[in-house]
T-cell receptor, first 114, second 113 residues
Framework: NAGVTQTPKFRILKIGQSMTLQCAQD?????MYWYRQDPGMGLKLIYY???????DKGEVPNGYNVSRSTTEDFPLRLELAAPSQTSVYFC?????????????FGPGTRLTVL | SQKIEQNSEALNIQEGKTATLTCNYT??????LQWYRQDPGRGPVFLLL?????KEKRKERLKVTFDTTLKQSLFHITASQPADSATYLC????????????FGTGTQLKVEL
């Protein structure tokens, strides 16, 4: 199992450009999450999904969009990139359960917006 | 407002000693609390989960306590080694928040020879 994979590892964007951060998992997990982590700060939840076709906003959703057409993939879309979106982005997945369980994280995408 | 607090200053200890990290929270009533390890440039890795009705949980050299009265969790690493050097994050679920976790900012641990 590859676990949770993310691409790209690094990206530099200009203000106003758009991009999609890819995330895939091969563990058949229903729950998937997108976080951002700024220096010295904790992980902030951007969006999450409890299954294919179902997504919901987290704590900091503005400027982002997601889709979940399959169980495996959970891409994060940035439209009109801004310097405030410079961050490290982590995707995570979790098996279905009636309570929070171990989350498996990807290696992250380091994004710089100039 | 809801807060999770972890020591922002790095904790430096000598190899072989026990490291103790603190996670305090306010205005939460979590049913579960988790600890993760994060190495530089990598995603967090799950270590332990403890439920609100459990006082203590152990896994090899790791021990977690959960005091819902004090609103505090302590994370202990016994017989610490330089390889334990990393940032340790606590995370908890707000009751009624589904499976979503809220993370603390983490404490950096440095184990010196």
């Amino acid at each position: 199992n590859a676990g949770v994979t993310q691409t790209p590892k690094f990206r530099i964007l200009k203000i106003g450009q758009s991009m999609t951060l890819q995330c895939a998992q091969d563990m058949n997990h229903n729950y998937m999450y997108w976080y951002r982590q700024d220096p010295g700060m904790g992980l902030k939840l951007i969006y999450y999904s409890v299954g294919a076709g179902i997504t919901d906003k987290g704590e900091v959703p503005n400027g982002y969009n997601v889709s979940r057409s399959t169980t495996e993939d959970f891409p994060l879309r940035l439209e009109l990139a801004a310097p405030s979106q410079t961050s490290v982005y982590f995707c995570a997945s979790e098996t279905t359960g009636d309570h929070p369980d171990e989350q498996f994280f990807g290696p992250g995408t380091r994004l710089t917006v100039l | 407002s809801q807060k999770i607090e972890q020591n922002s200053e790095a904790l430096n200890i000598q190899e072989g000693k026990t490291a103790t990290l603190t996670c305090n929270y306010t205005n939460y009533s979590p049913a579960y609390l988790q600890w993760y390890r994060q190495d530089p440039g990598r995603g967090p890795v799950f270590l332990l989960l403890i439920r609100e009705n459990e006082k203590e949980k152990r896994k090899e050299r790791l021990k977690v306590t959960f005091d819902t009265t004090l609103k505090q969790s302590l994370f202990h690493i016994t017989a610490s080694q330089p390889a334990d050097s990393a940032t340790y994050l606590c995370a908890l679920d707000p009751k009624g928040g589904g499976n979503k976790l809220t993370f603390g900012t983490g404490t950096q641990l440095k184990v010196e020879l």
